[in-house]
């Protein structure tokens, strides 16, 4: 194994753990969603990351916030 493919498998295992994060940010998020929508909302993190993370929000009323 050679330093490219460190470099990619450490890249690759950053970038999980960011998406696991967004994910774990959209389940325990005080927005006042039913639970299906706060699953779905999960799903988008864990499979986008930070994209599917914002982009569903935005879609959230403002008023589901505290």
């Known amino acids: 194994m050679n330093n490219m493919d ?3 498998v450490l890249m690759l295992i950053a970038l999980l753990i960011l998406h696991i ?6 389940y325990t998020s005080k927005a006042h969603i039913k639970n299906a929508q706060r699953v779905v909302w999960s799903m988008l993190s864990l499979l986008m990351g930070p994209l599917g993370y914002y982009v569903y929000q935005n879609m959230i009323p403002l008023e589901f916030y505290e």
């Open 6 to 8: 460190i470099t990619l």
């Open 21 to 26: 994060h967004f994910c774990y940010r959209a």
